[in-house]
């Protein structure tokens, strides 16, 4: 059996808004019950369009949220469960790299104190060993002691996620949730930043989560792939699979505009808009948009179940 790093057990997020004019309490579903298993040494590829739920799943991974419902498990141990101390250490084994590298790199800091700060709040090291990972970590993203002084102002877009892949990998992490990690950067800068966190996880044997709105890029990078739409997961398995035999209406849909892919001699557009998160459809969420909707996808919510070794998907056509 494969080594599980971290499981999902029907997670659910929801955030709390007033709406209408007595500002009655409502929520928005942004993750609704969703389950995978995340493997040891590989990448988890989460695609699915803007506003589906990947990134708020990402940061409830990391105990960024707290759930609404559900478990998670890493290594085995309920993160829900974890004392301040615990939450911690657990922080040390799984880290984040964010979509915006100007964003999220501190404009007042040098790269040094940026990369400085893990250490710092951790507590980890001596002086004289943290400079040394510092370094290290710096020429493993292709850096060097010069970037130091530096600003993040002074870095071109690939340099400033480099260093956020370093601040990441500051701690030695098992996991790291890779949030539309290259979205940002130009084309070519998107290949070098790949090809890095490539070899980084071969070198260190690290697990990712690699999230992102590109099918084409989540199916190069990962060994599982997961689509997911309007908070609920429509299809999981293999990344092959999911390239070569896709199941799902939408799934097809988000194939068939991939130059290439067996699904893009049929292209299919999708009409109308993502429904809204607060008011979501009743039955398949996705009946409102799918060509393929019949009586039953309006009344009845379908299940992720298995359609074939390693596939799953939740559609009625296949249940």
């Given amino acids: 059996m494969k080594d599980v790093l971290l499981r999902a057990e ?29 493997y040891r040494g ?35 141990q309920d993160i829900a469960a974890f004392n ?11 880290q984040f790299i964010f979509q915006d590298p100007s964003a999220s790199l501190n404009p007042r800091a040098t790269i040094g104190n940026i990369l400085l700060e893990p250490f710092r709040i951790h507590k980890a090291g001596g002086r004289a060993e943290r400079k040394e990972r510092i370094l290290f970590l710096l020429n493993k993203v292709g850096l060097s002691e010069y970037h130091l002084s530096r600003y993040p102002h002074e870095l071109s877009g690939g340099q400033k ?13 098992e996991l790291i949730v890779c949030d539309e990690a290259v979205s940002a950067l130009d084309v070519s800068i998107q290949a070098q930043v790949v090809n890095l966190l490539e070899d980084l996880q071969r070198e260190f044997s690290l697990t990712y989560v690699f999230i992102s709105h590109n099918l084409n890029l989540v199916h190069h990078v990962s060994s599982r792939v997961c689509v ?44 109308g808009d993502v429904p809204s998160p607060l008011n979501p459809p009743a039955g398949c969420r996705f009946h409102t948009r799918c060509p393929l909707a019949r009586e039953i996808c309006r009344e009845h919510e379908p299940a992720l179940t298995h359609a074939e070794a390693g596939h799953y998907v939740a559609c009625h056509l296949y249940g």
Avoid: W
């Avoid at 988890?44 to 506003?51: D, K, Q, R, T, W």
């Avoid at 301040?84 to 799984?94: A, D, M, Q, T, Y």
């Fill in 228 to 271: 997911m739409y309007l908070g609920k997961i429509v299809e999981l398995g293999a990344h092959d699979t999911i390239y070569a035999h896709t199941l799902h209406p939408y799934t097809k849909a988000l194939m068939s505009a991939i130059p290439g892919t067996p699904a893009s001699s049929g292209r299919v557009i999708l009409k």
């Fill in 84 to 94: 301040p101390g615990e939450l911690k250490n657990f922080r040390k084994r799984i």
């Fill in 42 to 76: 590989k990448t988890f590829g989460l695609v699915g369009e803007s506003g589906c739920g990947k990134s708020t799943l990402g940061r409830a991974l990391l105990a960024l949220y707290p759930l609404t419902g559900g478990k998670i498990f890493f290594d085995g």
């Fill in 10 to 38: 029907g997670v659910k997020r929801y955030f709390p808004v007033k709406t209408g004019a007595f500002f009655k309490k409502s929520f928005i579903k942004a993750v609704d019950g969703v389950s995978f298993d995340i």
């Fill in 161 to 173: 996620q480099r260093v956020g892949v370093a601040r990441a990998l500051a701690l030695n992490p």
